[in-house]
C-alpha cells in the first residue's frame, strides 16, 4: 500500500520542488496538492483518504497553524508535518499546540523527507536537528509573547469588533469582506491588526480570547 499525501504551500514551485523529492520513493504517492488552508479544506471534502500532510505555515487565506488545527479536528487519522522555512521559537509551539506531527525545514534532502514520513506514520515525530533542540527548551520553559500589553487595555475598534463577530461565525475571509462591504485586503489587515492586539495568532484563539474578554 502507497502512502497517500497532500502538499500545501502557496509557491507551486515549492510544490513541484516536494514532489521531486518524493518522486525518487515508489512508496508515496501525492494524491493532490492546495495553494493555502481554505483550498486544502476544500479538496480534504471530496477526498480524505490520505495518510499525511506536509503543509507549509505562511499562506494567504488560511496558514498552515490554523487549516492543522481544523484539519485534526476534522479528520484525526490524517498525520501532518509542518515543512516550512521557519524555525522560530514561536512557530514552532503553535504548529505543536495545534497538533502538528512532525516539523521539518524545506531545505531537507529527500532521503530524509522521506525517513521523517516514515517516522511519524510509525508514531514518532519528525523534526530537523535544530527543530528537536528548539522544541525541548520550549518545552523546559514555554514560549511566552514579549508583548506584555495587559488584554483588558487593549482597545478594538469597532470595525475590528464587526470583523471578530463575522470569524466567530467562521465565515472565510471573502465572505466577511462581502457582509461588510471591504475588500479581502482590508479584512486580512483588521484581522492582522485583531491578532497583534489580542496577542494570539489563528482564529480560534482570537475568538476565545475576544468571548472570554467581553469583547463580542
Do not use: C, W
Amino acid at each position: 500500500m502507497k502512502i497517500k499525501i497532500a502538499i500545501v504551500d502557496d509557491n507551486s514551485f515549492l510544490i513541484k520542488t516536494v514532489e521531486e523529492k518524493l518522486s525518487f520513493f515508489d512508496d508515496l504517492n501525492v494524491k493532490f496538492s492546495a495553494l493555502d488552508g481554505s483550498d486544502l479544506l476544500e479538496q480534504l471534502k471530496r477526498n480524505h483518504n490520505l495518510d499525511l500532510i506536509l503543509m507549509d505555515i505562511e499562506m494567504p487565506v488560511l496558514n498552515g497553524i490554523e487549516t492543522t488545527e481544523i484539519v485534526k479536528q476534522k479528520y484525526p487519522h490524517i498525520k501532518i508535518i509542518m515543512l516550512t522555512v521557519f524555525d522560530n521559537d514561536e512557530h514552532i509551539f503553535n504548529a505543536i499546540k495545534a497538533g502538528a506531527d512532525g516539523y521539518l525545514l524545506k531545505e531537507i534532502n529527500a532521503r530524509d523527507l522521506h525517513s521523517g514520513i516514515l517516522e511519524t506514520l510509525n508514531g514518532g515525530a519528525a523534526m530537523n536537528p535544530s527543530i528537536a533542540l528548539k522544541t525541548l527548551k520550549l518545552l523546559r520553559k514555554p514560549f511566552v509573547s514579549t508583548n506584555s500589553t495587559d488584554i483588558e487595555a487593549i482597545k478594538l475598534t469597532e470595525r475590528e469588533i464587526d470583523v471578530l463577530e463575522q470569524l466567530s461565525k467562521g465565515l472565510s475571509y471573502n465572505a466577511i469582506a462581502d457582509n461588510l462591504i471591504l475588500s479581502t485586503g482590508t479584512i486580512r489587515k483588521h484581522i492582522e491588526n485583531i491578532y497583534r492586539k489580542l496577542q494570539v495568532h489563528n482564529k480560534l484563539e482570537a475568538v476565545q480570547k475576544a468571548r472570554r474578554n467581553n469583547l463580542i
